[in-house]
């Protein structure tokens, strides 16, 4: 009996760690970007990969915040997933964490053609924060993992070009304001799962934009891709331009060959099929390819260095093995953004499935070879028809709803009255973060909160900071255009607007903290002027931060999520703050006031241990690693557990603290 293609729903149960509350403060700070190159390499660079190189690149945040609540305590949790199968494949989707596939197996076989991981376990690698690995992501936004990397997207059932049903994912992106839809459909029959990707600009103005599918697979495989060079970027974020397979002797394309982390950003000829495929020693695995829009073409490795084995254990749970990902994506390399003009759109169709082919001997001829291989099972004027078939579909509405994103685009779509045919924003979406913004809209004021609380999100666009100019000027509207003013560039003027705030504000905290970054960005610009550390910044910073502090203490009602998740952060800011000017007994009394359970998370211990050693206490600080601790939102190449480390000891640094993706660093 031919089964046809259909979705349900279904409960995934798996060992998984709490999301937790987003971190409240707006991240005014500029992003720590690890996804930058020396400017050496831009000279002798093709002309438009040098000028996507430059094109507005991403400064901040805002509005988006910043998600490091979760822990790593996993316990079975039950996750809602999406299925749609036909009668070869079977594709399991998470809509509440970014549309992720999480699998995709190959029913005749019983292969799972991606790296499924076993456990649900967020790690600091979005641009925002918690990012899990594993499947299929969907990349939008800037140079990065997405903001969406954990948060819920709508989705709904839809009918596919060959009358089957597709599943349409789709959310509001909110760091470049933005709609977009990845529509999944499995035709009858079909080894293959279809991904057709629209993103729309309806703005009056055009906009950057960025996108790569992240595919995750086993990394005991040999990765193809019909090129013969490739973009390097490596550890010292020098981008040049190398031979593939095989370069320094070492032949890149089996990811546990490469040392340390890196990607590969493949050359594909224009001309060529787009396609990237990752093949076992049996050469079964796993094939991508797509319609021409989608040029490029990228692996990345973790490097068999202890540094990348002990990511690989943290992302996961111990006996898992590791795994790479190829990716594919509008640009050259994943430094570039794209401009999408006016009130357009660009749109594209995926194609994922299994290949059969040899990934031993010569690169050119097994290269060939799996291109036929995949010529045989999915020609290339399929994929372009199917996507011919796909486009008239990619405006439909939407049937029965499955799942629900978030509130955000619902506002956008109410306050520019847009037209998004096949992306509906209903208002019945709208929830409280929405709230305030809402009557903004409506009357021209923002209203002050009901009860005392930590600040809601703040909206940055230029629609926003115009009718916050615009509303009456109370302390809490103050605080909201300061930070829109603050992303616009104009700190002097986002200042003016904190400092008016404060002289009548009731809530102090969220205003002295705000001017307490302001105080640190300009002690970081006298520094980089002096050439020598200048206090005066840093230490207006400080006294802020502690001001700051002590007021949420007075003013915390609970220890409930909301208050504890602000304790934590501005309790984590304001000692990082003291001790950059070595004002220990002030760090010491603020650590005194944090919550033990705040006290007890990994970062925390951390900065005991530094605060120790910074009382002249280094063996208790020592003891602190003996002990053991975890921290949750390490940042990939972060380095503060090592320096901390060197300073206390000549010993090498343990295996369970060596997270160094780079030779040479601490």
Same mark, same amino acid.
């Given at each position: ?395 439909t509405e939407p049937g029965e709803t499955l799942a629900t994103g978030s509130g955000w685009g619902a506002l956008e779509v109410l306050r520019a009255d847009w037209k998004l045919p096949g992306t509906p924003f209903p208002q019945s979406t709208l929830g409280e973060p929405q709230a305030p913004w809402l009557e903004l809209l409506r009357t021209g004021c923002l209203p002050e909160p009901r009860r005392v609380r930590p600040p809601g999100e703040t909206l940055v666009g230029p629609h926003w900071r115009d009718m916050l100019e ?30 008016? %705030?404060? *002289?009548?504000?009731?809530? +102090?905290?969220? =205003? @002295? !903290?705000?001017?307490?970054? $302001? /105080? ?47 304790? %934590?952060? *501005?309790?984590?800011?304001? +000692?990082?703050? =003291? @001790? !950059?000017?070595?004002?220990? $007994? /002030? ?59 060197? !300073? ?19």
């Amino acid at each position: 009996m031919v089964i046809v293609t259909r979705i349900r729903r279904e409960v995934l149960t798996l060992p998984a760690a709490q999301l937790g509350p987003d971190n409240p403060l707006p991240p005014l700070r500029p992003l720590d970007e690890v996804h930058r190159i020396d400017d050496r390499d831009r000279d002798g660079l093709p002309g438009d990969m040098a000028r996507r190189l430059g094109y507005a690149p991403l400064h901040s945040l805002l509005p988006v915040r910043v998600r490091d609540g979760y822990d790593r305590t996993r316990e079975p949790r039950a996750l809602d997933a999406l299925v749609i199968e036909n009668d070869r494949l079977r594709a399991t989707v998470l809509p509440g964490l970014g549309g992720r596939v999480v699998s995709l197996l190959h029913l005749p076989t019983g292969r799972e053609l991606l790296y499924r991981n076993p456990v649900f376990q967020p790690a600091n690698f979005a641009l925002n924060g918690a990012w899990y690995s594993g499947g299929i992501e969907w990349n939008i936004g800037a140079t990065g993992h997405t903001t969406l990397s954990c948060a819920p997207v709508h989705a709904a059932r839809v009918r596919a070009p060959d009358g089957t049903e597709m599943l349409r994912l789709w959310e509001w992106e909110r760091l470049r304001d933005l709609p977009f839809q990845v529509d999944l459909w499995l035709p009858d029959g079909s080894d293959f799962l279809y991904a057709g990707v629209r993103i729309r600009n309806p703005h009056e103005r055009p906009v950057p934009t960025y996108w790569w599918s992240n595919i995750a697979v086993p990394e005991e495989v040999r990765v193809l891709a019909p090129a013969e060079e490739a973009w390097h970027l490596d550890h010292e974020r020098r981008l040049r331009r190398v031979p593939v397979p095989s370069y320094d002797g070492i032949d890149r394309t089996h990811p546990l060959n490469s040392p340390c982390a890196a990607d590969y950003f493949y050359d594909v000829p224009d001309g060529r099929r787009r396609w990237i495929a990752a093949l076992d020693a049996d050469g079964h695995g796993l094939v991508q390819t797509s319609t021409d829009v989608l040029r490029g073409r990228k692996l990345f490795v973790w490097g068999h260095r202890p540094g990348g084995r002990r990511w690989q254990e943290w992302l996961t749970e111990p006996g898992t093995g590791g795994y790479c990902e190829i990716q594919a994506g509008l640009a050259r390399t994943q430094l570039e953004h794209v401009r999408l003009q006016a009130e357009s759109e660009v749109s594209w169709l995926e194609a994922y499935g299994p290949l059969v082919a040899s990934p031993a001997g010569e690169w050119t001829r097994v290269v060939q070879e799996a291109g036929e291989r995949l010529e045989s099972a999915l020609p290339r004027t399929r994929v372009e028809e199917a996507y011919a078939a796909w486009k008239p579909y990619a405006g439909t509405e939407p049937g029965e709803t499955l799942a629900t994103g978030s509130g955000w685009g619902a506002l956008e779509v109410l306050r520019a009255d847009w037209k998004l045919p096949g992306t509906p924003f209903p208002q019945s979406t709208l929830g409280e973060p929405q709230a305030p913004w809402l009557e903004l809209l409506r009357t021209g004021c923002l209203p002050e909160p009901r009860r005392v609380r930590p600040p809601g999100e703040t909206l940055v666009g230029p629609h926003w900071r115009d009718m916050l100019e615009a509303a009456p000027a109370t302390p809490h509207t103050e605080y909201h255009l300061g930070i829109a003013q603050w992303h616009a560039g104009d700190r002097a003027q986002a200042v003016r607007s904190w400092e008016r %705030a404060l *002289l009548l504000a009731p809530s +102090l905290w969220p =205003l @002295l !903290r705000c001017l307490a970054v $302001a /105080d640190q960005e300009s002690g970081h610009h006298e520094r980089s002027e002096m050439g020598v550390l200048p206090p005066e910044g840093w230490r207006r910073a400080a006294d802020r931060y502690a001001d700051a502090f002590d007021d949420l203490c007075r003013e915390r009602r609970d220890d409930g999520e909301a208050w504890t998740a602000a304790v %934590a952060a *501005l309790g984590r800011e304001t +000692l990082e703050a =003291l @001790l !950059r000017v070595r004002r220990t $007994a /002030d760090a010491r009394a603020v650590w005194n006031r944090l919550l033990p359970a705040v006290r007890r998370r990994g970062r925390f211990r951390l900065l005991e241990a530094e605060l120790l050693l910074a009382e002249g206490r280094p063996d208790e600080a020592r003891a602190v690693f003996d002990a053991g601790f975890e921290v949750a939102d390490l940042r990939e190449a972060e380095q503060t557990i090592g320096r901390l480390w060197a !300073r206390l000891t000549d010993e090498p640094l343990p295996a369970r603290y060596d997270f160094r993706m780079r030779p040479g660093t601490a």
